[in-house]
């Protein structure tokens, strides 16, 4: 199932200044099997022992930096709340939508065969909400790029730490969470929360899998993801 020989796999990670991306920086922290390159739009702190570069740079040359490190894997953690962007619809396809076909059809023309998209649960073209009609649209849009594999993770409620603002509401169900999850069953187990940790590291490990398809990974697959991921290996002791 994994890609370890041949050397690390060479990852691209966009909107790793996000809650999701800086799960996946900390998921690489330790490991010889991958090697990260972030591209960010802003600088960012890393955390403690990661080994990784960083590009800051405009979008528009995010594609001139895809060429320079040519990854064989591209996550992409971007996104945005309709809050943040002030309601502004518009505002809010041009993160969600706009920018991350721009970037999945650069790193296709820079021959990325793996994508690695987050998306949401219940995201279709005819969703009832506009935040999961547009997760829809990117959906389909992102099946018809071209990409060798393509994974599109779709967690519900996120439980981790936020940098940033953190809405009551939010609040209330990741303290609830446990509780609610255990009433989610059969069909609705779909909308369990899950930590943003273990996102990150089905994205990672989905990273290292060699078979190529569409996939798409809801709550109970997230899970299995996540557990496949090979432990980092450690050298010998001194």
Request: hydrophobic share 45%.
């Amino acid at each position: 199932m994994f890609s370890t020989s041949g050397g690390p796999i060479r990852i691209a990670l966009v909107g790793a200044t996000g809650m999701i991306g800086r799960a996946v920086v900390e998921a690489c922290i330790g490991r010889e099997d991958v090697r990260l390159v972030a591209i960010a739009r802003r600088e960012m702190k890393l955390p403690v022992g990661a080994k990784m570069e960083l590009f800051v740079a405009d979008p528009a040359k995010w594609e001139e930096v895809l060429e320079a490190v040519k990854p064989q894997v591209m996550i992409n953690a971007l996104g945005t709340t309709l809050k943040k962007s002030g309601g502004d619809e518009d505002v809010f396809r041009a993160v969600d939508q706009e920018l991350v076909l721009d970037v999945a059809r650069a790193a296709h023309r820079q021959g990325v065969q793996r994508f690695i998209s987050v998306s949401s649960v219940g995201a279709h073209i005819l969703a009832k909400t506009f935040y999961l009609q547009v997760k829809g649209e990117v959906e389909r849009d992102l099946a018809k790029v071209g990409f060798r594999r393509l994974d599109i993770l779709r967690p519900s409620l996120l439980r981790g730490a936020r940098l940033d603002d953190l809405r009551f509401a939010e609040r209330l169900g990741m303290i609830a969470s446990p509780l609610g999850n255990l009433m989610l069953q059969g069909g609705y187990r779909k909308y369990r929360a899950v930590e943003t940790d273990t996102v990150a590291d089905a994205a990672l490990a989905l990273s290292l899998t060699k078979p190529g398809g569409k996939f798409a990974h809801e709550h109970d697959a997230i899970l299995r993801a996540a557990n496949s991921l090979p432990q980092p290996e450690t050298g010998p002791m001194a």
